[in-house]
C-alpha cells in the first residue's frame, strides 16, 4: 500500500515554456503533499506544502509565480514551473501524507525536468 | 533551525563488510529520527525511523539508536550486499511537525 505515482519521469522542455508535473496518491487519499527539488549529489528541499483544498505554503525562497502547486483532490496535486529555464533543470519529487500533523510521508519516484 | 549531518560520501565496501554511516542533528525538544533510501532511478524509501530517545530502528539488516546524549541516529548493517547500493539518506522532524529535514545524502557502493 502507500503508492504514490509521479508524471512524467523524465520532461525536456524549451527556455520559456511552461511544464506541469503531477503527482498521484494511488490508494490512499492524501491530505497533504510535499514538493521537493533536488540538486544532483546533494539533498532533498522542501519547495513547498500544499493540503487539499487551500494554498500552498512556500519555503524561503522559492518563487511561488514560477512553481505553481495545486491541490485540487485528495489525490492528486500539480507542480507547474513556469517559464522555465535552464537553471530550473532539477530532480523534482513529491510526497504524501494521509493527514495533517505527524503522519508518514510517501514518496513519488520523481520527475527529472530538463530545460534547453 | 532543525539540521542534520551526516558522513559525507561516496562510501564504497565490499560485500560483507560492516556499514556505519554517521548521522547528527540539532533540533529542539524531541524529533523522529528517520533513515531513507534512494535506489538508482527511483525516489526515496523510508528504511527506518525512531520517535523517542534509545529507541532503535531496524529493517532490512540495518539499525539506528537515536541517541539524545549525543544527538545521533548511525546507521549500521553488519554484512551488506551488492543489492544495498543507493542513497541513504538521515532525516528529521521536528517535535509535533511533519516537515522533514534531510542530511546531505551518503552515496553508497558495494562491490562484489
Known amino acids: 500500500g502507500a503508492v504514490v505515482s509521479q508524471h512524467p519521469s523524465r520532461v525536456i522542455c524549451k527556455s520559456g515554456t511552461s511544464v506541469k508535473i503531477e503527482c498521484r496518491s494511488l490508494d490512499f487519499q492524501a491530505t497533504t503533499m510535499f514538493w521537493y527539488r533536488q540538486f544532483p549529489k546533494q539533498s532533498l528541499m522542501l519547495m513547498a506544502t500544499?493540503?487539499?483544498?487551500?494554498?500552498?505554503?512556500?519555503e524561503q525562497g522559492v518563487e511561488k509565480d514560477k512553481f505553481l502547486i495545486n491541490h485540487a483532490s485528495l489525490t492528486l496535486s500539480t507542480l507547474t514551473v513556469t517559464s522555465a529555464h535552464p537553471e530550473d533543470s532539477s530532480f523534482y519529487i513529491c510526497s504524501a501524507a494521509p493527514g495533517q500533523g505527524y503522519y508518514e510521508q510517501y514518496f513519488g519516484p520523481g520527475t527529472r525536468l530538463t530545460v534547453t | 533551525g532543525d539540521s542534520v549531518t551526516q558522513m559525507e560520501g561516496p562510501v564504497t565496501l565490499s560485500e560483507e563488510a560492516f556499514l556505519t554511516i554517521n548521522c547528527t542533528y540539532t533540533a529542539t525538544g524531541y524529533p523522529s529520527l528517520f533513515w531513507y533510501v534512494q535506489y538508482p532511478g527511483e525516489g526515496l524509501q523510508l528504511l527506518l525511523k525512531a520517535t523517542k530517545a534509545d529507541d532503535k530502528g531496524s529493517n532490512k539488516g540495518f539499525e539506528a539508536t537515536y541517541r539524545k546524549e549525543t544527538t545521533s541516529f548511525h546507521l549500521e548493517k553488519g554484512s551488506v550486499q551488492v543489492s544495498d547500493s543507493a542513497v541513504y539518506f538521515c532525516?528529521?522532524?521536528?517535535?509535533?511537525?511533519?516537515?522533514?529535514?534531510f542530511g546531505q545524502g551518503t552515496r553508497l557502493t558495494i562491490n562484489p
Open positions: 500544499s493540503n487539499e483544498g487551500s494554498k500552498a505554503t512556500y
Open positions: 532525516a528529521l522532524t521536528g517535535q509535533g511537525a511533519q516537515k522533514l529535514v
